[in-house]
């Protein structure tokens, strides 16, 4: 819905109600806390945060301003059913009252898991989809470390059910972090690679976030800048890890990314890429990069205009171009950007396997149509178009 069309329809828009963004902004977390009424956290993260001392810096704060902190680092990239169980049982023993996250979207995601089933029954299956908690949970506080997921703005959480093989999509008002602290400087320790993936990932969000069908007059703006400071600044970022302005960039522009997807919607590239990630368990951020340009091109014709937009804003095209030519001038920039990035073609990344791959191919595709996400995609593929770009991918 365009702001134009805003007289035939209505959005909704559900942000945290507080976000710090800037060098430092994660020193904040003992004053949000208190601000929360909160006594004892579980600060939940993973095992290579914990190793590199950072938890344990941020623990040693919370701890300095009189506040009770139990660490919780046995969250996996992608976090499953069970990590969030066992961080459940941590947050009970704890007697804790507030969830500090501090990581990528894994982290995150884990810590937001945990915060609705302190107040709502397990299974947490029963919440996938659309608006199924019924109640708000102890309160968490966003500290992304990856830029990224933009999962510290969004009402989402993506949690692996590894019995049924499903990544499953939550996404509900209960989710939403009470405070985000994003503080790039958290970030300038990423490898290239990572960056990278990440990067692609935020700027996917800002593309799917502007080209759906449930695009508003709220998410166009948060969109567009997420795409436009993605242009600027990713390669930059891959290229020289320490460049401040760089990283800085990178952290808004994965903030804004996910609050515009989260209030738009993600489309195709996400809907195909979470079978990938359960099948194969390719890294969110890469099975993202790698269907990118294949999924962009196959959807140019749904939305010419948009994506047109989209290209002029990245300086792929300039006015002078027509709609057309510029979208597709986007197409092959975003395969550029892959090359840029060293982003693999999806048969080099690791544990792929073309025989598997062509076997759960069908299944891919209904797992892809099932998770809802195609069908906000300007045009929405049958299964034997999802097949094929699945295969123009490989
Ligand atoms: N909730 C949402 O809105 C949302 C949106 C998109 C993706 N996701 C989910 O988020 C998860 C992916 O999150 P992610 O891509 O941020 O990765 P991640 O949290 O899985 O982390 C990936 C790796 O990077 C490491 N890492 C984190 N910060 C680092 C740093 N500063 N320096 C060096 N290494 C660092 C981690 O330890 C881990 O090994 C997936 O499960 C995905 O489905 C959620
Ligand atoms: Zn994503």
């Known amino acids: 819905m365009s702001a134009a069309?805003?007289?035939?329809?209505?959005?909704?828009?559900?942000?945290?109600?507080?976000?710090?963004?800037?060098?430092?902004?994660?020193?904040e977390a003992a004053t949000q806390v208190k601000r929360l009424g909160a006594e004892r956290v579980l600060l939940v993260t993973d095992a290579f945060l914990e190793q590199t001392g950072l938890a344990a810096r941020l623990g040693g704060q919370l701890e300095q301003a009189g506040i009770g902190v139990r660490v919780f680092s046995d969250v996996q990239p992608d976090p499953t059913v069970a990590n969030v169980g066992a961080g459940l049982r941590a947050f009970r023993e704890a007697r804790a009252d507030c969830l500090v996250a501090l990581g990528?979207?894994?982290?995150?995601?884990?810590?937001?898991?945990?915060?609705?089933?302190?107040?709502?029954?397990?299974?947490?299956?029963?919440?996938?989809?659309?608006?199924?908690?019924p109640r708000r949970g102890a309160p968490?506080?966003?500290?992304?470390?990856?830029?990224?997921?933009?999962?510290?703005?969004?009402k989402v959480a993506v949690i692996t059910d590894t019995e049924r093989g499903v990544k499953m999509m939550i996404l509900d008002q209960h989710l939403l972090p009470a405070a985000a602290l994003v503080d790039y400087e958290l970030s300038l320790s990423m490898p290239p690679a990572l960056t990278a993936h990440v990067g692609i990932d935020t700027l996917t969000h800002g593309i799917e976030a502007y080209v759906s069908r449930k695009a508003?007059?709220?998410?166009?703006?948060?969109?567009?800048?997420?795409?436009?400071?993605c242009a600027r600044h990713l390669a930059t970022a891959y290229r020289e890890p320490h460049n401040r302005a760089a990283r800085a960039g990178m952290a808004l522009a994965a903030c804004q990314g996910?609050?515009?997807?989260?209030?738009?919607?993600?489309?195709?590239?996400?809907?195909?890429?979470?079978?990938?990630?359960?099948?194969?368990h390719l890294p969110h951020g890469l099975s993202n990069a790698v269907l990118l340009p294949a999924v962009t091109?196959?959807?140019?014709?749904?939305?010419?205009?948009?994506?047109?937009?989209?290209?002029?804003?990245?300086?792929?095209?300039?006015?002078?171009?027509?709609?057309?030519?510029?979208?597709?001038?986007?197409?092959?920039g975003l395969a550029a950007l892959n090359a840029q990035l060293a982003v693999p073609a999806l048969r080099d990344c690791q544990g792929m396997e073309r025989a598997r791959f062509e076997q759960l191919l069908a299944r891919m595709a209904e797992d892809a149509l099932a998770s809802g996400s195609p069908q906000n995609n300007p045009l929405v593929p049958t299964p034997a178009q999802l097949r094929e770009l699945y295969l123009a991918a490989w």
């Open 297 to 332: 091109r196959f959807s140019l014709d749904g939305a010419t205009e948009r994506y047109a937009a989209i290209a002029r804003v990245m300086g792929l095209a300039g006015a002078g171009d027509s709609a057309t030519a510029a979208a597709r001038q986007l197409a092959d």
């Open 5 to 27: 069309k805003l007289s035939e329809g209505r959005a909704t828009f559900n942000v945290p109600p507080t976000v710090l963004v800037g060098a430092g902004a994660s020193q």
């Open 258 to 280: 996910g609050m515009a997807f989260a209030n738009s919607s993600v489309c195709l590239v996400h809907g195909m890429s979470r079978p990938i990630g359960a099948y194969f």
């Open 216 to 229: 508003n007059a709220l998410t166009d703006p948060l969109a567009l800048s997420c795409i436009e400071l």
């Open 104 to 133: 990528g979207g894994s982290p995150i995601d884990a810590a937001k898991a945990i915060g609705i089933l302190t107040q709502n029954p397990e299974p947490l299956g029963q919440y996938a989809g659309y608006h199924r908690v």
């Open 140 to 154: 968490v506080i966003a500290i992304p470390t990856t830029a990224g997921t933009g999962s510290e703005a969004t």
